[in-house]
């Protein structure tokens, strides 16, 4: 009975990996610069459209596709940048405003570049297979995609809890007045944390471009997941983003096998179940 | 100071945005040719692909006729179906009201057409649907060129009786469309004495749109000992299907489908598709003369293979073309006047073969065809392995 | 010396192992002037939150009038007869100040009263007594600094309480102001019992018949301002806090 | 007890001609003009509801498509048993209501970006529930053909356009009139005083989960009654009218209005539907990036919101503070 689970656990493992590196970006633009960005969804699709188009088949290609990715997501950073910098103190929902509208035109744009056309890259021969995991096959670059993503994580997590940088991040998330005692320009702050953002996106977009491929639905796809793991996890929290990705990565995986006849509504009732449970625990003040 | 400037400039574009709009809505009613045709399809969202083929189908029997229906001049008004009927009733609501038009044609989604169907036959104008849609109860004013949502699983199901030995698993999108595609296979199957593999005997259905990941079904399919898989699927989600599929345990399990390599998705889906049947009433490579002239016309015009969304579009324009040809000259050319020629059109000569309407579905009656995936040169093609069944009477 | 009004019974309010409000007894008598002080960190503004039930205690009862009120929301032990004041002044900031004053008036009367709009006159002469009868159709969000901190008192006061929690009301007004706000607070009725955490000494001297001192979470010591003065612990732990008083 | 000061006479005279010149529109425009105004009838209700809860009640939703589609496909139910559209109307804001207490409790515990996606999950859930319940609902395709019923019992059926336009929009106006009394009451005042300051609204003895669950209960209602109208004027309803996309447009409408003001977000709501609906037919394709630019161009052009635009006109004093 274990076996019919492995690959759905094992799948939504990598799953989970990808959107936390999406979401990762997202949390750390909200926690640390106090952003609501929904334009994070059309960044992780314009790494995934410019690695795609310079994938060839070869490793070189799939490395020049990330670097590609980065280099998008970077772009893309600076000129959300330019457009939040004018709004400081106008509030998330002008930021949403703002970032919406982006996101749609931008997304309009892409597809002009691009094409309609869903798009996946080439990958090296090597990776376009399946490999046997436990007597089943499962795809091989997926299994890569954990081990990569994993790698992503655990560097991450060294950033955050080990450097004077990671430490800064922990302490502006937990207490925004902070960036003003840091005596850091908070301009300075939302350019940083928009560009490392950014490029976490379009490195996402490019890595998982074979799995969550780049298409006219996937900027509002990507952006609806990683705002649910976002905010189940937490709001700024890189540890929280990372169990909620892995946990929305169970729910879409596993879920499905375990609850069939609910499969629909799995996702949207576990995310309002997760939200109000922590509701009510956290709960010990009522000012 | 700078507010007030910033207060003028945001008056001034409201203002004009005012005007515009009054200007867009005012402006061009009536139409300059004799005959005004109004074309819906989704050139926007999930299905813009398709909904460009349709109507780059319906474009090209115009650029290649003249610009004309029966000698009449055609005044082609294309409207934006969008992602559903959200967007394409008002959509069409404007194709109505304020262009005015004779006639309605296209349509990607079988949502939108049950929202249009609704407004064709209360304004009493034919509608020629060009793509999938369901079965309604009246539809005097309507008419398509593509099939009925369940027929390519009826022409195909005993084929896939009669070749496959064993068990077969039946797995679809969780939507309207999606369970008539499958309801048509399951149904014919199962009532030929076929036995679906699936566990509690019924379809598997995997949430639509939001499903791209297909690994859990897939692996529960292997476990299954199905001898063979039907599915439907289109745009992204037979892309995530088919690449997926290649890479599961269910990989070495015979696929068919319908419509699943169908269009700009096959090359996205690149060598996993290779080798998979699929049933279709139309393929690029049938050797008739309509269908060369027709290749060679699209061919000249676009890099991508013709398709069935944009030869039922092309097949549309003809119908139109064909039945406005019937009224007289000195009579004027109503909806009224078209309907009723479309009705009294016989058979018609097609790219994909002969076909004519069914006299109370309104659908056409014709032949169906297995086609399957393979490498033509560079380019992976579908090709024609042998006609199926002739369904639509 | 009246009833006891407010009493806190053994409680305590811990985060983790951190107790900020440990075991602490306190009793408010009926038309008391009662000032709680201690150095930063004692615990005085988590004492009046337990005591409004703006935070819940992990140890301990809170009583109001002989009732426990434990487990009871803000909002309840408000229609109990608890007004009571922020450190940020807490206003309606896009009302007026008379309809900041009507509201917090408002769950203590009449459906009647409340929907028919009569009757301003209780109000105006609220805001008249401190002064801010002038700033009756001022939003609340255009007031000073030291006139919010007034407006605050007169809302606190609005629902007639019967114990009002104020929490440093002093702090970042001018001299002037406090002047104000120390006539103001004479003209609290006699009927309201009035706890204040205070750091502001001469308010506190000014005001406050009986001081309890808050250190590390616990009471060291109750008592009239000279007696609490002149307690050794006291001045050990709180140096020059009270001065010479 | 409150001083109005929302209005001023100029403010006055501009909703006096608005209301006049939407009475008489079907005397100078063409059908097409009318059908896409009585669209915005119905999606203005739910702009005005989902103002009523982001910007008075403080609590910004994804969600009122959910109540939406509760009276969209309750009055389409009506429709079916031939009763007249005052019926459909308040049946729909009826069921909403109840729909929105059983749903508030929830709600009403949760604050900013939290809110946002809890209400974004009940909308989520409702349209997908839309989609699963055929028999209820007609699956995803939807219920495409409700009967035309009168506006009143033994009237005429509403067919004709300018039957329709008049009808959606006289009943749209009725419940933005009640909606705005009710809020220029002591409750409106009860409300943005919750959003402006909690803690002191507790303090003060107002049960403030209450007063939010009982704004959420008739925010509902508010929009059950805009899904009735949906019903009355396009005669068909299917999951697509009701899911994320129209809740997150409308979202953005009403931050475009101004959120705090229910004739901004019906502003808001006429622009999108006519860069939508009206613009953009005449580039085919190109509604996503017109759609974009509008959100570019409202944000950097209209700082406070068409509702500030207003102000600055002197349309209306504002609210002060909000």
Not at chain 2, 6 to 12: C, D, G, P, S
Not at chain 2, 84 to 107: F, K
Not at chain 4, 241 to 254: I, R
Request: charged content about 15%; glycine content about 12%.
């Amino acid at each position: 009975m274990i076996d019919a689970y492995l690959i759905p656990a094992v799948n939504g493992l990598a799953y989970g990996l990808l959107l936390f590196t999406v979401a990762a970006g997202l949390t750390l633009i909200f926690g640390v610069a106090d952003v609501l960005n929904l334009a994070h969804g059309t960044v992780y699709v314009a790494g995934g459209y410019v690695a795609v188009s310079v994938s060839d088949g070869t490793w070189a290609g799939l490395g020049l596709g990330v670097l590609a990715g980065a280099a998008a997501g970077l772009v893309s950073g600076a000129v959300l940048w330019a457009a939040l910098t004018p709004l400081s103190g106008r509030g998330h929902l002008t930021q949403a405003l703002l970032t919406f509208g982006i996101a749609l035109a931008g997304g309009a744009l892409l597809e002009k570049a691009f094409g309609a056309d869903e798009l996946r890259p080439v990958l090296p021969a090597a990776l376009d297979g399946s490999v046997d995991l436990a007597g089943h096959r499962f795809p091989t670059y997926r299994l890569l995609f954990i081990a990569v993503a994993a790698v992503l994580a655990v560097a991450g997590w060294l950033v955050i809890t080990r450097t004077r940088v990671g430490a800064r991040v922990r302490a502006v998330v937990d207490d925004r007045d902070m960036v003003a005692a840091l005596g850091v320009d908070p301009r300075v702050v939302l350019a940083a944390v928009l560009a490392v953002g950014g490029a976490l996106a379009g490195v996402a977009g490019a890595l998982g471009a074979p799995i969550l491929g780049p298409g006219p639905s996937t900027a509002p796809q990507t952006l609806l997941l990683s705002l649910i793991v976002v905010v189940v996890g937490g709001l700024g929290s890189i540890g929280g983003a990372f169990l909620a990705a892995i946990a929305v990565g169970q729910v879409q995986s596993l879920g499905v096998v375990l609850l069939p006849s609910v499969s629909p509504y799995l996702l949207f009732a576990a995310m309002a179940v997760a939200l109000l449970v922590r509701g009510w625990r956290g709960r010990g003040v009522t000012a | 100071m700078r507010t007030r400037v910033r207060t003028l400039v945001a008056v001034t574009t409201a203002a004009l945005v005012g005007v515009t709009a009054t200007a867009c809505t005012g402006g061009d009613e009536g139409g300059s040719g004799d005959v005004t045709i109004g074309f819906v399809a989704s050139l926007s969202g999930t299905y813009q692909t398709v909904g460009e083929d349709m109507r780059d189908g319906f474009q090209l029997y115009l650029d290649t006729h003249g610009g004309k229906f029966g000698g009449r001049t055609v005044d082609l008004r294309v409207a934006d179906e969008g992602d559903g009927p959200a967007t394409a009733t008002p959509a069409a609501e404007r194709l109505v009201q304020q262009d005015e038009v004779d006639a309605l044609a296209g349509i990607v989604g079988g949502g939108s057409y049950a929202a249009i169907a609704a407004l064709a036959q209360e304004n009493e104008l034919p509608l020629v649907g060009a793509n999938g849609r369901p079965d309604l109860p009246d539809n005097s004013w309507l008419w398509h060129t593509s099939y009925i949502s369940d027929e390519p699983g009826i022409a195909i199901a005993p084929y896939v009786k009669d070749n496959v030995d064993g068990p077969v698993y039946a797995i679809g999108p969780d939507y309207q469309g999606g369970h008539d595609e499958l309801r048509g296979f399951v149904d014919t199957y199962t009532q030929l004495g076929g036995v679906l593999a699936n566990p509690d005997g019924e379809t598997k259905w995997t949430p639509f749109p939001q499903t791209t990941d297909f690994l859990p079904y897939l692996n529960e399919i292997a476990m299954t000992g199905a001898k063979a898989v039907y599915c439907f699927y289109a745009g992204k989600a037979a892309v995530d299907f088919v690449k997926q599929y290649a890479q599961s345990d269910a990989a070495d399990i015979p696929l068919y489908g319908a419509f699943l390599t169908e269009g700009a998705v096959l090359a996205a889906q690149g060598d996993a598709a290779e080798g998979i049947r699929n049933v279709l009433n139309y393929s690029p490579d049938l050797d008739n003369p309509a269908n060369r002239t027709f290749v060679a016309e699209w061919s000249a015009k676009f890099p991508r293979q013709p398709t069935t969304f944009a030869m039922a579009s092309y097949d549309a324009a003809a119908v139109l073309d064909r039945a406005i040809a019937t009224i007289p000259e000195d009579q004027e050319v109503t909806s009224a006047a078209i309907n009723d020629a479309i009705s009294g059109l016989g058979v018609i000569d097609s790219p994909r073969g002969t076909w004519q309407f069914n006299p109370t579905t309104h659908s056409p009656i014709q032949r169906w065809y297995l086609r399957q995936v393979a490498k033509d040169g560079e380019m992976l093609s579908n090709m024609l392995i042998e006609d199926l069944a002739t369904v639509g009477n | 010396m009246g009833k006891p009004v407010l009493e806190l019974r053994g409680t305590g309010r811990a985060y983790g192992a951190l107790k900020a409000v440990d075991d602490v007894d306190l009793t408010v008598h009926a038309g008391a002037r009662h000032a709680l002080i201690g150095p930063n960190g004692a615990g005085k503004s988590t004492l009046l939150h337990l005591a409004a039930g703006n935070l819940r205690p992990t140890a301990g009862r809170v009583l109001l009038a002989g009732r426990d009120v434990t487990r009871h929301g803000p909002a309840r032990r408000a229609r109990l007869g608890v007004g009571r004041t922020f450190q940020t002044p807490a206003l309606i900031g896009s009302a007026d100040c008379l309809t900041n004053v009507a509201l917090a008036a408002w769950p203590a009367q009449t459906f009647r009263a409340r929907w028919l709009r009569r009757d301003h006159a209780p109000h105006l002469a609220r805001l008249d007594a401190l002064g801010l009868a002038d700033d009756a159709a001022t939003p609340a969000a255009a007031l000073s600094h030291g006139r919010r901190r007034l407006l605050e008192l007169a809302v606190a006061l609005a629902a007639s309480p019967r114990l009002l929690l104020l929490d440093e009301p002093a702090a970042g007004l001018t001299d002037d102001d406090v002047g104000l706000l120390l006539t103001a607070l004479g003209t609290i009725g006699a009927e309201v019992a009035v706890l204040l955490v205070e750091h502001h000494q001469e308010l506190v001297r000014a005001f406050a018949g009986t001081v309890t001192v808050l250190h590390q979470g616990a009471v060291v010591t109750t008592g009239t301002p000279a007696e609490v003065a002149a307690d050794p612990r006291v001045r050990e732990i709180y140096q020059g806090a009270l001065g010479a008083a | 007890m409150i001083p109005t000061r929302l209005r001023t006479p100029l403010g006055i005279a501009a909703a006096v001609v608005a209301v006049a010149a939407l009475l008489l529109l079907p005397t100078v425009a063409d059908n097409y003009t009318l059908i896409t105004v009585s669209r915005v009838a119905g999606l203005g209700l739910l702009a005005a509801s989902t103002a009523l809860m982001t910007g008075v009640a403080g609590l910004p939703t994804l969600g009122q498509i959910a109540p939406y589609a509760v009276g969209a496909y309750t009055a389409a139910h009506l429709a079916h048993l031939a009763l007249p559209g005052l019926v459909q109307l308040l049946g729909a804001a009826a069921a909403a209501a109840v729909f929105s207490l059983a749903t508030g409790a929830a709600v009403v515990q949760t604050r900013g970006v939290i809110c946002l996606m809890v209400t974004l999950a009940i909308g989520e859930l409702t349209a997908i529930t839309a989609g699963q319940w055929t028999s209820l609902t007609g699956g995803t395709d939807g219920m495409p053909r409700v009967p035309a019923t009168p506006a009143l019992p033994g009237g005429e059926n509403l067919v004709k356009v300018p039957d329709v336009y008049t009808y959606t929009v006289v009943a749209a106006l009725a419940v933005l009139a009640v909606t705005m009394l009710v809020l220029r009451s002591p409750a409106g005042t009860l409300i943005r005083g919750c959003r402006d300051n909690e803690a002191r609204m507790r303090a003060s003895g107002h049960r403030v989960s209450l007063t939010l669950l009982w704004t959420f209960t008739g925010a509902g209602a508010i929009a059950g009654a805009g899904g009735a109208l949906l019903v009355s004027s396009q005669r068909t309803v299917s999951p697509s009218n009701v899911g994320f996309e129209v809740a997150a447009l409308v979202l953005l409408a009403v931050v475009i209005g101004g959120a705090a003001s229910i004739p901004g977000a019906l502003a808001g709501v006429a622009a999108v539907v006519a860069v939508r609906d009206t613009i953009a037919p005449k580039l085919p394709g190109e509604a996503p990036l017109l759609l974009g630019v509008l959100f570019i161009a409202a944000v950097y052009l209209l700082p406070g919101g068409l509702s500030g635009v207003a102000a600055r006109l002197g349309l209306h004093n504002g609210e002060a503070g909000a």
